[in-house]
């Protein structure tokens, strides 16, 4: 009996460590993620996904979203930069993200690898070619770096700093 009751309570006593999930990170050096934010990168994006996109569609809306503190605008979510830019991120494609400048006209484009971390987003100018690409970390967490590799600034959460700390942009 005694045996039985010992086998149950240590049964019991370790249920709570059979739920227990390790939590990892990755984390990166510049040179690390530089190199692996230039994997397999592209270097052009077609002018037919640039040409629809030249004027944000939703310029209006998305100005009185601004006003309003408001970033969710159903079918698409708006991120305001402290430069007056702001940034555009539809839902039904999350692998486009669409830059412009305050007056609505287009300034980049963002392609990502994937909606989930870590990930790679290649930004083209009007033109299609790349000016930039960023390595998503983890949420809050980013390397931006030119088209020739240089740092441009480290993202933590919603401000961007140059390798000396300096803060360069924030997001709202």
Not at 57 to 62: L, M, Q
Request: charged share 25%; glycine share 8%; with cysteine.
């Amino acid at each position: 009996m005694k045996k039985v009751i010992n086998t149950a309570l240590i049964l019991i006593l370790s249920l709570p460590l059979c739920g227990y999930t390790l939590k990892g990170g990755v984390t990166y050096t510049v040179e690390q993620a530089r190199k692996e934010a230039f994997a397999d990168v592209e270097y052009r994006l077609p002018q037919s996904i640039i040409k629809a996109h030249l004027k944000d569609p939703d310029y209006e809306e998305n100005m009185k979203a601004n006003s309003k503190g408001i970033i969710d605008l159903g079918n698409r979510l708006v991120t305001y930069f402290s430069d007056g830019g702001y940034g555009v991120l539809y839902k039904k494609n999350q692998y486009f993200e669409y830059y412009y400048y305050a007056d609505g006209k287009l300034e980049m484009i963002g392609k990502r690898t994937s909606t989930s971390y870590p990930a790679k987003s290649y930004k083209y100018d009007t033109k299609g070619k790349l000016q930039s690409v960023i390595l998503y970390v983890k949420k809050g967490e980013s390397y931006n770096f030119t088209a020739t590799g240089q740092l441009n600034g480290i993202w933590h959460n919603n401000k961007c700093y140059d390798i000396n700390g300096k803060l360069l942009l924030e997001n709202y």
